[in-house]
T-cell receptor, first 114, second 111 residues
Framework: KAGVTQTPRYLIKTRGQQVTLSCSPISGHRSVSWYQQTPGQGLQFLFEYFSETQRNKGNFPGRFSGRQFSNSRSEMNVSTLELGDSALYLC?????????????FGPGTRLTVL | SQQGEEDPQALSIQEGENATMNCSYKTSINNLQWYRQNSGRGLVHLILIRSNEREKHSGRLRVTLDTSKKSSSLLITASRAADTASYFCATAYQAGTALIFGKGTTLSVSS
């Protein structure tokens, strides 16, 4: 099976812009979780989607949003970008809902906000 | 916020030596997982240990779990240069909840 794919791999934006990141899970996986990774804060959980519904949500402002489509592909959107949003954004998929399942990670999208 | 905290933050060893990393967590858990990340790439799942298990092996990896102390350890035996990476523990406090990661241990294995 193909692994988790994320597009784009690299992105450069300026403050105030918005960005959409995409994640395609492993075939048959219905859960997609998103994480933000920065040197200072480490891996921070953003949200999890399962069967097109948000099931878990981390402690991020409303500028961070996501959705999941019927084919389990997921997108996350960040509006009104701030410098502090520069990070590696990782998505992970799993067969079942919830973090207690083994997670399969994509390579990440490196977002730089100037 | 982080649930787990790894110790040490960084570890440097020679090839052939064993590497031990520790993880402490705050609340009761459903299971504990260890992941590896090679420089700026995606994470790879290493091992999952359930709350009712005390020890688990996978190849050169040995994981222990002490729920009374809320701690876990990851032992990599006979380390290789290819083991150079960051290692994270992650926990979900009950089934269905989010997987929360610690800040990781950076392991450097030199030949």
């Amino acid at each position: 099976k193909a692994g988790v794919t994320q597009t784009p791999r690299y992105l450069i934006k300026t403050r105030g812009q918005q960005v959409t990141l995409s994640c395609s899970p492993i075939s048959g996986h219905r859960s997609v979780s998103w994480y933000q990774q920065t040197p200072g804060q480490g891996l921070q959980f953003l949200f999890e989607y399962f069967s097109e519904t948000q099931r878990n949500k981390g402690n991020f402002p409303g500028r961070f949003s996501g959705r999941q489509f019927s084919n389990s592909r997921s997108e996350m959107n960040v509006s009104t970008l701030e410098l502090g949003d520069s990070a590696l954004y990782l998505c992970a998929s799993s067969e079942g809902q919830g973090g207690h399942n083994e997670q399969f990670f994509g390579p990440g999208t490196r977002l730089t906000v100037l | 916020s982080q649930q787990g905290e790894e110790d040490p933050q960084a570890l440097s060893i020679q090839e052939g030596e064993n590497a031990t990393m520790n993880c402490s967590y705050k609340t009761s858990i459903n299971n504990l997982q260890w992941y590896r990340q090679n420089s700026g790439r995606g994470l790879v799942h290493l091992i999952l240990i359930r709350s009712n298990e005390r020890e688990k092996h996978s190849g050169r990896l040995r994981v222990t779990l002490d729920t009374s102390k809320k701690s876990s350890s990851l032992l990599i035996t006979a380390s290789r240069a290819a083991d150079t990476a960051s290692y994270f523990c992650a926990t979900a406090y009950q089934a269905g909840t989010a997987l929360i990661f610690g800040k990781g241990t950076t392991l450097s294995v030199s030949s």
